[in-house]
């Protein structure tokens, strides 16, 4: 998937916006392997190109909530005092939001668009990863060779970087393959209400959201993008699982 | 037990405070005014600074949170941009169908995802175990949207069996009472009324459903297969109980606790996913409303939709941890 995002470019065989309107709702063909809808336009070059803003709309909100969130909940776990009880506030206010309805408020205040759907999908998982943090570091913190760090004399910053950071990155890892695999479904889901990308922009949420439009007369449109986005996802959360039991047997059924 | 519910409704009442503030203030936010967008066609601007005064809009904003905080207490949400009708009423009206949705496709969740979860839990590594397994993996993998449409064209376009969207036959005159049409249904014995509402329940129940299900099936599994390998439950087979016995009296009571968990935390999920669905299938509830209201600038129409989800969703939480003790009396709340 992420290899046909990537090359979507050389391997779409038509301009996936380009209208055609005299091979409009083409049944599929050899030319048109999926057929085309109501505009003329491929559909499998529309799903090819549309991998591109439906991988990259999730793969950088999931980014954006990493790197907040962790680094939130980590300084929150390891120092602990007030650091973390006012952001663990913030934290528990954003909890008090069901997910999509956090990220729809967002969508509400900045608008319809790529760039705040990404903000809007990356700020409401902010807490997935500010908790998880915060739970691994207050662990480590008391493991023995942290502890053996700062005795040494080493500061804060240096055991942090050297001793505690290191061994979050697998449980933050198997976290974010979920998140995307939770992003994609908000980002499209998003975008399927019409307040993501917008149409024209090939992106299979918008697709699905278009397919509405021919469910009579051609409803294996609506397949396509459907079958692309459950793989997709399904492919995530499969690697989620592998990802835990490689790290740790013990540790399943740990996330949510 | 007074003591801890005491501290959670509290707690309950004070994230609700938080939650007031964000979307007030994050509504405030915006840029564009949304008068500018509702008196289009007043050219007059004399007018316009009239209605901005009518709706408050001139004072500060701390100042119009509190109030807004007050009147939000009394129950009053102020009035629409659009239809200047009283938002609560719109809330009022819209609630029973998010209810009724929510509560159908809970049934369905939990009804499904047990029997899914226990069966392949009990015989491990079965075809069936493997089978339930990959149907559950795809079914958490499926946006609620996108199976709501395939349902939709399978069985509303293409089988002509079940309506496309909405909620009643409007053909079909019926006064409602509670607002839940199954149940007013029921009491005033109207078999044809229940027949048109499940007609149209349908669908948006079965998908928000197997949506609940798919994680249910996964959870009961792995959580049955633990409690079979317990010593209670060789116990228990070495004194000769029947499979069903140990099953019903032993492994089920310890596989409850995370069953319950998980389906409050689903919660959340289902709410935000009757959202999307309610669009989807043209369901009068609190979701489509709050989607309109995005889409129209609404403010107070949003701030009240997105406040009262959340207190839903913050009531229910509280609800489950309460259910969780009484599954589990080890479980001291404190």
Request: net charge positive.
């Given at each position: ?16 916006v ?24 491929d559909?499998?070059s529309?799903?090819i190109?549309g991998?591109r803003p ?8 999931v ?12 300084i ?6 007030r650091i973390e009880?006012?952001?663990m ?10 997910l999509?309805l956090?990220?729809l408020?967002?969508?509400a205040?900045l ?6 759907l990404i903000?809007?999908?990356?700020i409401?998982?902010?807490p ?5 943090a ?5 662990t ?9 760090g700062?005795s040494l004399?080493?500061g ?8 505690v950071?290191?061994?979050m990155?697998g449980?933050?890892?198997?976290q ?6 939770l992003a994609?479904?908000t980002t499209?889901?998003l975008?399927?209400?019409?307040f ?6 090939p992106?299979?949420?918008v697709?699905v959201?278009?397919?509405?439009r021919f469910?009579?007369d051609?409803?294996d449109i ?6 692309a986005?459950?793989?997709?996802v ?5 690697l ?5 039991r ?5 540790a ?5 | 037990?007074?003591a801890y519910l ?6 309950l009442v004070?994230?609700?405070?938080a ?6 203030f994050?509504?405030?936010?915006v840029p564009?005014?949304p008068i500018g ?8 601007t004399?007018e316009?600074e ?6 408050g809009?001139d ?5 119009q949170?509190v ?8 129950g009053?949400f ?29 049934l369905?969740g939990?009804?499904?995802?047990l029997?899914t979860?226990?069966v ?18 795809t ?14 064209s399978?069985f509303?376009?293409?089988?002509q069996?079940?309506?496309?969207g ?11 009472r509670?607002?839940l ?8 014995r109207?078999?044809d009324?229940?027949?048109t ?6 669908l ?8 609940v299900?798919?994680f249910l099936t ?19 087979r070495a004194?000769?109980l029947?499979?069903s016995a140990?099953?019903?009296?032993h492994?089920?009571p310890?596989?409850?606790p995370?069953?319950?968990t998980v ?12 959202v ?5 299938f ?8 709050l ?20 207190t839903?969703?913050g009531?229910?939480?509280?609800a489950v941890d ?5 599954v ?5 709340l404190?």
């Amino acid at each position: 998937m992420a290899l046909t995002a990537i090359g979507a470019p050389w391997l779409a065989p038509y301009d996936p916006v380009k209208q055609r309107v005299a091979e409009r709702l083409a049944r599929p063909s050899v030319g048109h392997p999926f057929g085309t809808d109501d505009f003329g336009r491929d559909v499998l070059s529309r799903l090819i190109v549309g991998a591109r803003p439906t991988l990259l709309t999730a793969a950088l909100s999931v980014l954006i909530a990493c790197l907040i969130g962790s680094s939130v909940g980590t300084i929150a776990g390891y120092f602990g005092g007030r650091i973390e009880s006012v952001s663990m506030m913030f934290i528990d206010i954003m909890l008090s939001f069901p997910l999509v309805l956090l990220a729809l408020l967002i969508v509400a205040v900045l608008g319809a668009g790529l760039v705040n759907l990404i903000l809007a999908v990356g700020i409401s998982q902010i807490p997935l990863f500010a908790r998880l943090a915060r739970s691994l570091a207050l662990t480590l913190r008391s493991r023995e060779y942290v502890v053996a760090g700062l005795s040494l004399g080493a500061g804060q910053l240096r055991v942090l970087r050297r001793h505690v950071v290191p061994n979050m990155l697998g449980p933050i890892g198997v976290q974010a393959t979920t998140t995307m695999a939770l992003a994609i479904v908000t980002t499209s889901s998003l975008s399927f209400l019409g307040f993501g990308i917008q149409p024209p922009a090939p992106d299979w949420g918008v697709m699905v959201f278009e397919a509405r439009r021919f469910l009579f007369d051609r409803p294996d449109i609506l397949l396509y993008p459907a079958i692309a986005i459950v793989v997709t996802v399904i492919s995530l959360n499969v690697l989620t699982d592998s990802l835990l039991r490689l790290l740790d047997p013990t540790a399943r059924g740990m996330l949510a | 037990m007074g003591a801890y519910l005491l501290r959670r409704l509290v707690q309950l009442v004070i994230s609700l405070l938080a939650v007031s503030a964000v979307v007030f203030f994050a509504v405030r936010l915006v840029p564009g005014d949304p008068i500018g967008i509702a008196a289009e066609t007043v050219r007059e601007t004399s007018e316009v600074e009239r209605i901005r005064r009518a709706f408050g809009l001139d004072r500060p904003v701390v100042e119009q949170y509190v109030s807004f905080l007050a009147a939000a207490i009394r129950g009053d949400f102020g009035r629409s941009y659009f239809s200047n009708a009283p938002v609560a009423d719109q809330l009022l009206a819209r609630l029973p169908a998010t209810i009724e949705l929510a509560l159908a496709a809970t049934l369905v969740g939990l009804s499904v995802g047990l029997v899914t979860g226990l069966v392949p839990g009990l015989r491990p590594h079965s075809w069936l175990d493997t089978s339930t397994q990959v149907v559950g993996l795809t079914g958490i993998s499926i946006p609620p949207f996108v199976l709501g449409l395939i349902l939709m064209s399978i069985f509303s376009v293409q089988l002509q069996w079940l309506p496309v969207g909405g909620r009643f036959d409007a053909a079909q005159p019926f006064d409602l009472r509670t607002g839940l049409y199954l149940v007013d249904a029921l009491a005033a014995r109207r078999l044809d009324v229940l027949a048109t509402a499940l007609r149209y329940l349908a669908l948006p129940a079965v998908t928000l459903g197997l949506f609940v299900a798919a994680f249910l099936t996964r959870i009961t599994r792995g959580t049955v297969l633990e409690a079979t390998r317990q010593d209670y439950t060789r116990t228990a087979r070495a004194k000769g109980l029947s499979e069903s016995a140990i099953v019903l009296r032993h492994a089920l009571p310890n596989a409850l606790p995370p069953i319950v968990t998980v389906t409050g935390l689903q919660f959340g999920s289902l709410l935000g996913g009757a959202v999307i669905i309610e669009t989807v299938f043209s369901w009068p509830g609190l979701g489509k409303l709050l989607i309109d209201a995005i889409n129209m600038r609404d403010y107070p129409q949003v701030a009240a939709s997105v406040l009262l989800l959340a207190t839903i969703y913050g009531i229910v939480n509280l609800a489950v941890d309460i259910l969780y003790q009484i599954v589990d009396p080890r479980i001291r709340l404190g």
